[in-house]
């Protein structure tokens, strides 16, 4: 190799603090930032041992051994500061000829700059890693649920108690009664929270897809089975807590196969050989009794009894009527936020009309009508006439019809939003309620379609 002597110096020069030694441990080069940053003359140093300018150094080791070594050194007599340090043999034909003893940081600060970067980089690592958290694992807990009526606090005190077991939990309750907030608290509550909280909609899974979903799958186990296979949501789970989400929809033959899972907690991989044990705590839902299933022959009774182990009841909204200016006042803050509004307050003659009314949507239905009217009103105080006819059980007054000054006053993205919604709300009548149908008829997949209902606080009936 024919390098040029002058561009290795300037090469050398650019490094960091570097001293080339002899096979003695001898110095017989230093470069500008080591007489810099150590502050001895070259000339002084040149021809000296080491050791005898650094009684700790490790070059004489590194030159016994052929080893390069790590070390460090106390820059300056009256400063503590530490730099890293390289020692490291130069060996030529299996020969040890010499060593180099070389910092890539020139000074404390080049260091301390370093670590800088490091510690910042560490503290984006922190944000990640939460964020992460905040996608793959629950992130309401029972702070979340709203609410002073004795119904609320005593469900609360159930969940407080159910967070404490490693029992399965089944929680029963109309829909959008917060069925999966409880879920969630649970998890959260319990000392499972740092794995993972993995939720199945029993309703949402086709058939077919079931038991990969559930139980992962190996490689080549079918058409299309990904490489290496896939992890199910029983192992994704593992430590955490797997809920699953309308419990009361799962077929009757697919209720054996997760009884299996819940009586054995092992589970086998489709097309795989063995079976891997799995530590999960189990969460249902159901919106229905599951016991008027059990009756009709809908579900295994065997499977009843496995999940009906700690009962949770959610109250609906109707039987709490006295949480609901506390839940409004919750929502006004939050989508004021959300939304970009400046709701103050709602008018009380709203409230009175809300407690003559018989939620069947509960909370979800409360929060949409809320949202709706805030969307409407924009600033100051929530009126009657913000409100729609089912409400108010067809009083509907001309007040309640919005007038153009006001529909000016939403902003673009709140329009953009009710148009999404009115649109996914007209597919799902026209496909009477069928998901999968107003779906295709949105040109969009099934997935995407939960997102939404999810984003838009849509009920299917
Ligand atoms: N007590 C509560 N306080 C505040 N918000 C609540 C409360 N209960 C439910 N919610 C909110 O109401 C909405 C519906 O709750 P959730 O999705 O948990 O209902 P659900 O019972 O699972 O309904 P479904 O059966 O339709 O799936 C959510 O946005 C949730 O945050
Ligand atoms: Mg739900």
């Given amino acids: 190799m024919n390098v040029d002597f002058k561009l290795l110096k300037l090469v050398i020069e650019h490094l960091g603090s570097v001293a080339i030694v002899d096979r003695e441990g001898r110095y017989v080069y230093v470069n500008d930032n080591w007489v810099e940053g150590i502050g001895v003359s070259r000339e002084k ?81 922190e944000a990640y890693k939460k964020e992460l958290k905040s996608i793959k694992n629950s992130h309401y807990t029972i702070q979340n649920i709203i609410g002073n009526s004795s119904k609320i606090e005593n469900m609360k005190k159930l969940i407080y108690q159910a967070s404490r077991s490693n029992s399965t939990v089944l929680i029963e309750g109309e829909t ?17 929270n740092n794995s993972n909280f993995i939720k199945m909609n029993c309703a949402a899974i086709p058939i077919e897809l079931f038991e990969s979903e559930l139980f992962g799958y190996e490689e080549g186990s079918f058409t299309g089975a990904k490489k290496g296979g896939q992890k199910g949501k029983f192992e994704l789970a593992n430590n955490g807590s797997i809920f699953f989400d309308e419990i009361n929809q799962l077929s009757m033959m697919l209720q054996p196969k997760l009884l299996r899972a819940l009586q054995e907690r092992e589970i086998e991989r489709v097309g795989g050989k063995n079976s891997i044990q799995v530590d999960v705590r189990i969460i249902a839902a159901t919106n229905i009794p599951l016991e008027t299933l059990v009756e009709k022959n809908a579900m295994r009774n065997d499977l009843f009894y496995r999940l009906n182990v700690i009962k949770i009841k959610i109250p609906p909204l109707r039987e709490r009527l006295e949480d609901i200016p506390l839940i409004i006042q919750g929502l006004i803050n939050k989508l004021n936020i959300e939304l970009g509004s400046k709701i103050t307050g709602i008018n009380p003659k709203v409230i009175e009309i809300f407690n003559k009314y018989s939620w069947p949507g509960n909370i979800r239905e409360l929060q949409n009508a809320i949202e709706r009217a805030m969307n409407i009103a924009w600033i100051g105080q929530l009126e009657p006439k913000h409100f729609n006819e089912t409400i108010f059980q067809n009083k509907l007054s001309d007040e309640t019809i919005r007038t153009s000054e006001e529909s000016d006053d939403l902003s673009l993205k709140s329009k953009k939003n009710i148009m999404i919604k009115e649109t996914v709300i007209e597919a799902l009548n026209k496909s009477n309620g069928n998901k999968s149908q107003a779906a295709k008829l949105l040109g969009i997949s099934r997935t995407v379609l939960y997102e939404k209902l999810k984003k838009y606080n849509i009920v299917v009936k």
Avoid at 102 to 107: C, E, H, L, S
Avoid at 110 to 123: F, R
Avoid at 178 to 191: D, M, P
């Fill in 45 to 125: 140093v040149l021809g000296k041992y080491v050791h005898d300018l650094f009684p700790n150094t490790k070059i004489d080791i590194a030159l016994e051994t052929g080893q390069s070594v790590v070390g460090e050194i106390f820059k300056g007599e009256h400063t503590k500061s530490i730099l890293p340090i390289s020692y490291a043999p130069l060996i030529e034909d299996n020969c040890i000829v010499g060593g180099i003893i070389y910092t890539i940081f020139k000074d404390t600060e080049d260091l301390w700059g370093y670590k800088q970067k490091l510690d910042k980089m560490q503290n984006q690592l």
């Fill in 176 to 192: 959008g009664t917060g069925k999966e907030l409880v879920a969630h608290s649970i998890h959260n509550l319990s000392n499972r």
